[in-house]
């Protein structure tokens, strides 16, 4: 069976890839264990001279890779650069910081010299997602390569020339042979990869439902898993904030990539006070975003990456409408080719609906209304999911306060929820457990090892 490239704004079938063979795959594992080897022993700056030669590759083919992007998910051609940008920041990032973030940390006990060391674990399973088909790979690479472990790429079915990219990147930037390799295998292949022995940890960005597959294979096999499953992120507006502020950020958030980000905006819970100035604010600027051919710079909003994903996206749209929701802007599918979906008002959502409890993954804004920012924090916390949130208030210091007590495994105030390489990124409840990026991200994939030496 192989793996299709389809232009989600054309329905068109552009390029079509093998399977990778069984005899194939025992090959990649072999090569990873031999570079797996080879590589921990690499001090953490000969690590990063590899990184920083990725992520001269990556700039220098931006708009290449930006192009491959837009074709196999409908990117805006515009933020698929931008995404590109951000893999050659975690490359240098890395680098530069890998050996301080990889320090060994003195314990501190006087009868013995006693440390913490953070060594690499050997052979990591990535199994990655198609809506930020190179970012979300570099997310996890750039962190588990400095560690010192080894990399195998399980993208997503509908992105094999992303993947296929991303492995060439790590070739043409003179990487050990097997140190990154992408297979282009589905769910059985992965079951069996993730017992195979040879494999050392696992993670997984994806569905709810596919974590929990991941997790209770590797934990028959006992293997280290991080698991990032999407989220509803609530974007709270409280009635002293900044409304043109807190619009136009929350456009930003919810419509980029089409409203299919992990860490969208996709719950606007609103003090009732300010929801109507609030709402015109944003009608207005939404009303405004140009739709169409992603690639034209110009654009800022294109299809959905696939036209199964449209319907259930609709069908979420539907049941809210038929308990009561209104349709303050879109909410319909509209005529001709490609998997086009309006940028889209829900309002009036309430408990009971499916848009109410789960995850909205396009261009569709939920509207809650609460009574006071107590209500907004209960509104926010009532949902299976905790991946980021963000909560707009002209008071910092009262923001801050009330975003620690936001169940979610990253919390802005005033700002838009974001992935950062200096930061951890991860999310509680549904949203899964472990971190990637960061000091936290970088020391998932290690032996945190105690070294007692007596004098």
Same mark, same amino acid.
């Given at each position: ?7 989600? !704004? ?12 069984? +005899?194939?795959?025992? !090959? ?6 031999? !570079? ?17 030669? %990725? ?7 931006? /708009? ?24 050659? =920041?975690?490359? +240098? ?32 399973? !990535? ?7 190179? =970012? ?65 940890? %696992? ?51 919810? &419509? ?17 006070? %300010? ?17 169409? /051919? ?13 036209? /199964? ?31 086009? &979906? ?77 992935? +950062? ?11 899964? &457990? ?22």
């Amino acid at each position: 069976m192989s793996f299709d490239s389809i232009n989600p !704004a054309t329905d068109e079938r552009v390029a079509s890839f093998p399977e990778t063979r069984p +005899d194939e795959i025992e !090959a990649a594992l072999a090569r990873a264990t031999q !570079a797996a080897g080879a590589w921990r022993v690499q001090s953490a700056r000969e690590r990063g001279a590899l990184l920083h030669k %990725v992520g001269t590759i990556l700039r220098g083919g931006r /708009d290449r890779y930006a192009d491959i992007i837009t074709l196999e998910v409908g990117k805006p051609v515009t933020e698929a650069r931008a995404e590109i940008e951000k893999c050659a =920041w975690a490359c +240098d990032y890395y680098a530069e910081h890998g050996e301080r973030l990889l320090g060994d940390e003195p314990a501190g006990i006087a009868e013995a010299d006693t440390r913490v060391a953070f060594l690499p674990l050997g052979v990591i399973l !990535a199994i990655m997602p198609w809506n930020f088909p190179f =970012w979300q790979v570099f997310r996890f690479a750039t962190a588990a390569l400095i560690a010192g472990n080894a990399a195998l790429l399980k993208h997503a079915a509908n992105v094999p020339q992303c993947a296929l990219a991303i492995a060439g990147v790590f070739h043409e930037a003179g990487a050990p042979e097997g140190l990154f390799q992408t297979l282009l295998v589905r769910a059985p292949a992965v079951a069996r990869l993730i017992d195979d022995a040879r494999i050392h940890a %696992v993670t997984l960005t994806g569905s709810e439902a596919a974590g929990r597959a991941v997790a209770a294979a590797a934990g028959r096999a006992l293997k280290k898993t991080v698991l990032e499953l999407g989220g509803s992120d609530a974007f709270i507006v409280l009635a002293d904030a900044d409304l043109d502020r807190a619009a136009e950020a929350a456009v930003a958030s919810r &419509y980029q990539n089409a409203g299919q980000s992990c860490i969208a905006a996709k719950r606007l819970i609103l003090v009732e006070s %300010v929801a109507e100035p609030f709402l015109e604010r944003l009608t207005r600027r939404v009303k405004d975003l140009k739709v169409g /051919d992603p690639r034209d710079p110009d654009v800022v909003m294109g299809p959905l990456a696939r036209r /199964d994903l449209r319907q259930a996206l609709h069908e979420q749209v539907s049941d809210a409408l038929s308990r009561g929701a209104t349709a303050r802007l879109g909410c319909q599918i509209p005529d001709g080719p490609g998997n086009y &979906y309006p940028p889209s008002i829900l309002d009036h959502v309430r408990a009971g609906m499916r848009a109410y409890g789960e995850e909205l993954f396009g261009p569709v804004a939920t509207i809650l209304r609460a009574r006071d920012s107590e209500h907004a924090l209960a509104l926010a916390n009532d949902n299976r999911y905790g991946l980021g949130a963000s909560l707009w208030t002209g008071d910092a210091r009262r923001g801050a306060a009330l975003a620690r007590r936001l169940e979610s495994g990253s919390s802005f105030v005033n700002t838009v929820v974001k992935s +950062d390489p200096r930061l951890p990124f991860g999310g509680v409840k549904a949203s899964g &457990y472990g971190r990637e990026l960061g000091l936290y991200g970088v020391r998932e994939f290690t032996n945190i090892k105690t070294l007692w030496v007596a004098p």
